[in-house]
């Protein structure tokens, strides 16, 4: 592991031009409910609407000109795909976006408000993969991949490094898991700056993968996906599963109900709109009582990116 | 008229223990759609989940010992009767409410979890206020009216107060208008605090009530009632209409699309949870954009109690 505090804290002078500080939200209600003392960063207030601009922005600022003067590429679905069509506009560079056909409208419109050329193919790994390398050849964009990218770990880092900051005394920081990118950066923050602390994570029974990755040391694969968290259907890469196995205390699973209900006490207490994925910190928090009650936690809401006419079905009884 | 500067600066120290002084967010792409500098005081984020609460707590607080003795009372489907049943609960004493049998659930919960006893009645405005009076000459409560009540009216002026020394140079405030209490305290605030600027209200097409009035100086009632904005279905009183006459600007009009397009900039650009109610003067910015752009404006966002999940509807083509 070669990511150094020194590193976090260039990265977070390098980007603070391009992202907000974002407030820590506090809920007495919320608070009640749970028997914890919680600080939520609320990253759905972050540009784009997710922390993913964080390590986009961060690796795209990375690049040299050299690296930069044919663009930028990458594939995905969801957050990212904003972040680096951002970030691209940022350093007046084009970026090519893969995306799955079965992309939500919402979020191929925010990409191309950013500029970005997209192009749609079947919604498979592989595919979006091979289609990405022939962008990529064609070309000679640099690719930045969402998490499997020490560039990217080391924006995703500065989030939690905010939440420290801003928040004396956390006894524990929870994030959800999908690629790990946001759990690995928060994980080496929280390992610099507030060392007596723990972080845990949440992850969806429903895409139970780097629960196993965490006890077995290798990529693990889900047994089956079935989640409304869809930011955390991703493995975990190589350098993600290597810092999380170092400095992660333990990853808890949440079930659709556990996840729901938390999502529900956000939107109704907070009254703020968050990504389902962004429950599952709470959820865990919820789930486990009696390690986190008279605790003061800080809890990442990663996204607020929804499709506000599609949202309510998470709700119905 | 007879709200003084005094006044309503000595109903803010009485509240303030027991509410939010709530953010005032802005938001780069909303700036960007609508051509004006928009500041938007979250009265989503307040305590009850709208302004309400300083109105009913002001009136709470104002009664005498021997008024408060035998509890408090009023009529609401609302966020009035959250306000009333929350103030009552902070002054040791017993809260009335009559609701309508329709009320949401999620309405009729939040005033059963502050301890309020509830009656219910039928939908319609006579039986609402012949079951209330029933009630107050069973029990002696004191019938606190959600805006025909200058104590209510003074609360409401705090908010715009807030506002007003939180952001220096504004042009001018929108609020909606239903009732007329926060129109009417917002316009009393910013004659005193802030004479150049202008107030203005927006009103929905489906409830068009307070155009009528603010004309002819009576009490008007709408010539049909069909509207998302369910905050806003009341005609003004006579308290309110003579003070809007005298210190507002104008009032506009806006569509139920209108409304819709607002509250949808609201929740996907700005990621916040607010009623429909609140989208309406942002509807009216958006409307009269030769009125406001290059223009510094306050908006109020009046309150966030929505049912999350039947809220989508709103935002379906």
């Not at 077995?216 to 089956?224: D, I, N, P």
């Amino acid at each position: 592991m070669n990511i150094t505090l020194d590193q976090i804290s260039a990265a977070h002078e390098r980007i603070k031009p391009f992202i907000h500080r974002t407030p820590v939200l506090t809920s007495e209600s919320i608070n009640k409910i749970s028997g914890a003392t919680l600080f939520l960063k609320c990253e759905n207030f972050q540009k784009t609407g997710s922390f993913k601009i964080r390590g986009g922005m961060n690796a795209v600022l990375s690049l040299s000109t050299e690296e930069l003067k044919q663009g930028i590429a990458t594939h995905s679905s969801g957050n990212h795909a904003q972040a680096i069509a951002f970030a691209a506009r940022q350093v007046g560079k084009k970026a090519y976006i893969v995306m799955p056909a079965t992309s939500p409208k919402v979020k191929v419109d925010a990409v191309k408000n950013y500029g970005a050329e997209i192009t749609f193919c079947e919604p498979k790994q592989k595919i979006l993969e091979s289609t990405l390398k022939d962008i990529i050849q064609r070309t000679g964009a640099a690719f930045v991949h969402p998490y499997d990218n020490y560039q990217v770990i080391t924006g995703q880092a500065t989030c939690a490094k905010e939440l420290i900051e801003d928040v004396p005394g956390l006894d524990a920081i929870i994030t959800p898991v999908g690629g790990g990118g946001l759990l690995s950066g928060s994980a080496l923050s929280k390992h610099y700056l507030l060392p007596p602390a723990f972080i845990y994570a949440g992850e969806p029974e429903g895409a139970a993968d780097a629960i196993l990755s965490f006890r077995s040391g290798q990529v693990e694969r889900a047994a089956f996906i079935n989640t409304i968290a869809d930011g955390l259907l991703t493995t975990l890469s190589d350098k993600t599963v290597a810092i999380i196995r170092q400095y992660v205390k333990d990853i808890f699973l949440v079930t659709e109900q556990e996840i729901t209900s938390a999502l529900r006490l956000i939107y109704e207490r907070m009254k703020i709109i968050v990504e389902p994925s962004s429950a599952v910190s709470l959820a865990v928090v919820l789930k486990h009582r009696n390690l986190f009650a008279g605790k003061r936690i800080g809890i990442i809401l990663t996204g607020g990116n929804v499709d506000v006419s599609n949202s309510d079905k998470w709700f119905k009884d």
